[in-house]
């Protein structure tokens, strides 16, 4: 991009917080540079420069300022780049109150219970974890009829603010999903999400950045087999 309007994303290719931030740019058809960060191990010392408090991606770095959290940088890119591209936020006032409304929920009920679901330390607490998302699903399922007033995305016909919000975890909704045999959004229960999510991962704006699923699953049970080999050494130096 020009040098008086340089773009530059720091994040890390499985974090659905990252993906908004792609999306984002994505559907408004920006160029930008991304540079992969290594979360779990040495952080660089840009991310650590740029994002002090917290030390966590995505960060943008607009023009040299960094702009950190996912939903507060997909804001800045719709202000910012308000005639390029779809507007990604509703205009009217009340209408952009009602979607932070519910990408507040998604974060809160649909991150929340899927992390409960991956990383509940018993049985009972994964199954109410993914009792939990499927409650969720079906609360937005009503949002989707009432947000979208018909029309194909929560945004209405194009993507919008809360689609980007949600389509962040399809992903890796998809892969516990195959990983379970369980089908959280399925088109029995949420009869209007569904077809929503074929919709949004279809469009070229998100297959651009959409990480492969099947690298997801493989990454997930890394994570759990790392998980469970510390469990065993907790365990076992307390039958020591």
Request: proline share 5%; charged share 25%; glycine share 8%.
């Amino acid at each position: 991009m020009a040098g008086e309007d340089e773009l530059k994303l720091l994040g890390m290719w499985a974090s659905p917080f990252v993906l908004r931030a792609r999306l984002a740019l994505s559907f408004k058809g920006l160029r930008y540079e991304y540079v992969e960060e290594e979360i779990f191990g040495n952080k660089s010392e840009l991310l650590v420069k740029s994002n002090p408090v917290h030390k966590k991606v995505p960060v943008l770095i607009h023009n040299g300022k960094p702009i950190c959290e996912s939903l507060t940088i997909v804001q800045y890119i719709d202000e910012v780049y308000g005639s390029t591209g779809p507007s990604l936020l509703p205009i009217n006032p009340y209408d952009r109150s009602v979607a932070r409304f519910w990408a507040a929920y998604i974060d809160d009920k649909v991150f929340g219970s899927f992390m409960t679901m991956i990383r509940g330390k018993t049985e009972e607490e994964k199954a109410e974890g993914t009792k939990q998302l499927f409650a969720a699903a079906e609360t937005l399922e009503g949002a989707l009829k009432e947000f979208s007033k018909g029309k194909p995305f929560f945004g209405g016909d194009s993507v919008g603010y809360v689609d980007i919000a949600l389509g962040s975890f399809v992903a890796w909704v998809d892969a516990r999903d195959r990983m379970s045999g369980l089908k959280h959004f399925d088109a029995e229960r949420t009869p209007l999400l569904a077809p929503w999510l074929e919709r949004f991962v279809a469009l070229e704006e998100t297959k651009a950045v959409m990480p492969d699923v099947e690298k997801l699953v493989a990454l997930s049970k890394k994570r759990q087999a790392q998980a469970d080999a510390a469990a065993a050494v907790v365990q076992g130096n307390r039958n020591g």
